[in-house]
């Protein structure tokens, strides 16, 4: 393998890790937005945080999503020490009670505010080629009353060659 070939796939390895990057610190983003501003309206999401808090290992050594991570490591301990008793074998129900107890106890001055996140739409050059098939998917999958004859559905003329 050449050098020049070597070089472009590291080039090309660094683009999609730095994409990865991306994504991951967005979802991040995402998370600590849930937790800083509606904490009280997603016990769900602190349960799966307490029930995954090993895939966030990683994340806090990283210098990416250090800062991120301060309010979810903040969530994580704070309500960790009130669910993790040694021997105490807890039911879903009862951790999700603690849950919406702690929601309430927890400062929410303790949490650090971050920007609002703000998303943009980008529309497609052309969009038809994705929402037309789509809607008819849409139509002729819950037009159940109705018979739709599948050979006879043509969403588009055949180009001639």
């Known amino acids: 393998m050449s050098t020049l070939m070597v070089f472009s796939h590291c080039v090309l390895w660094a683009q999609d890790l730095n994409v990865i990057e991306e994504v991951i610190r967005m979802m991040l983003e995402i998370i600590n937005s849930c937790l800083t501003n509606s904490l009280h309206h997603n016990p769900n999401l602190v349960y799966a945080l307490l029930y995954k808090r090993d895939l966030f290992e990683q994340f806090r050594s990283h210098p990416s999503f250090q800062d991120i991570m301060q309010n979810i490591d903040l969530v994580?301990?704070?309500?960790?020490?009130?669910?993790?008793?040694?021997?105490?074998?807890?039911?879903?129900?009862?951790?999700?009670?603690?849950?919406?107890?702690?929601?309430?106890?927890?400062?929410?001055?303790?949490?650090?505010?971050?920007?609002?996140?703000?998303?943009?739409?980008?529309?497609?050059?052309?969009?038809?080629?994705?929402?037309?098939?789509?809607?008819?998917?849409?139509?002729?999958?819950?037009?159940?009353?109705?018979?739709?004859?599948?050979?006879?559905?043509?969403?588009?003329?055949?180009?001639?060659?």
């Open 76 to 161: 994580i301990s704070f309500f960790s020490s009130r669910i993790d008793h040694p021997g105490a074998a807890l039911s879903v129900e009862r951790v999700l009670e603690i849950i919406k107890q702690g929601a309430v106890a927890l400062p929410k001055a303790r949490l650090r505010k971050f920007p609002e996140l703000k998303f943009k739409y980008v529309e497609e050059e052309q969009p038809e080629e994705f929402f037309i098939p789509y809607v008819w998917s849409l139509v002729y999958n819950s037009a159940v009353a109705l018979y739709w004859n599948p050979q006879d559905i043509q969403l588009f003329t055949r180009d001639s060659d």
